[in-house]
């Protein structure tokens, strides 16, 4: 149903943006391709303009602004906005997904996370909740993952808490090394819920990183809608087309 759907779906905070910033800013850019599961049919393309800073030699976001283009389209149908005002791991964020009358607002207020979500013909909701030191947010993932380089290519999983904002609850997900490796990538993980009863519900996200840790493949649940009641399922490949002045990696 819309929630579960947007709740998986806010996994699929993706990392694509358009070579657009100014020459002397580090920062990302990256384009993904959106196809159907098992198809070459793309669904959409997403660009991301991520702007940030090179600090001790490692590059940490301060913006990002996505767009959701139909082929052969260069009108967005949906955007997002993201800011770090906190951690690269909790960004505040605001998506919209107009052809749905679909808006997603989620900001640190002091000690609170405040969530604000609505969508057309659904009675959407407001909440509140208490960050924790692992929380994560929307597109927080993939810096979690960077974050827990280390353990994480040599095996070791690494438990967090996602954000589930349509139900206005965090929930216990592990990120892990993939049993099933995608073709391409020279590390495949994968992230999925740890409680029994979310196993069954949702399904693990994939996910393909370069050496670098920059991200070059996502398989699962995407944040785009299919219709009214679910998302589409998506496998996006991602081609970096600008790169900070240092490394995206912590330092070991």
């Not at 391709?33 to 049919?41: E, I, L, Q």
């Not at 692992?134 to 353990?151: K, S």
């Amino acid at each position: 149903m819309k929630r579960s759907a947007a709740a998986a779906g806010a996994l699929a905070a993706m990392m694509a943006t358009t070579p657009s910033l100014a020459d002397d800013a580090p920062g990302l850019a990256f384009r993904g391709t959106a196809t159907a599961p098992g198809s070459d049919r793309i669904i959409y393309h997403e660009f991301h303009e991520v702007s940030g800073a090179c600090t001790n030699g490692w590059w940490q976001p301060d913006e990002q602004q996505v767009r959701y283009v139909r082929p052969n389209n260069d009108k967005a149908f949906a955007t997002k906005a993201l800011t770090y005002p906190n951690s690269p791991q909790t960004p505040d964020v605001d998506f919209r997904q107009p052809s749905f009358g679909e808006r997603l607002v989620i900001s640190r207020k002091g000690d609170t996370v405040a969530i604000d979500w609505s969508i057309e013909g659904e009675e959407g909701g407001t909440w509140t909740l208490s960050p924790d030191p692992d929380l994560v947010v929307d597109a927080g993932f993939d810096h979690f993952i960077r974050d827990h380089w280390g353990p994480l290519t040599a095996g070791e999983p690494d438990s967090f808490r996602f954000l589930a904002p349509t139900r206005g609850k965090a929930y216990d997900y592990v990120a892990e090394p993939s049993p099933e490796a995608i073709e391409g990538p020279y590390h495949t993980l994968r992230i999925r819920p740890e409680g029994l009863i979310m196993r069954m519900a949702v399904a693990p996200i994939r996910l393909g990183y370069g050496d670098d840790g920059l991200l070059t493949h996502y398989q699962g649940l995407g944040n785009i809608r299919r219709n009214q009641d679910e998302n589409y399922r998506v496998s996006i490949r991602y081609q970096a087309t600008a790169r900070p002045g240092c490394a995206l990696l912590p330092r070991s």
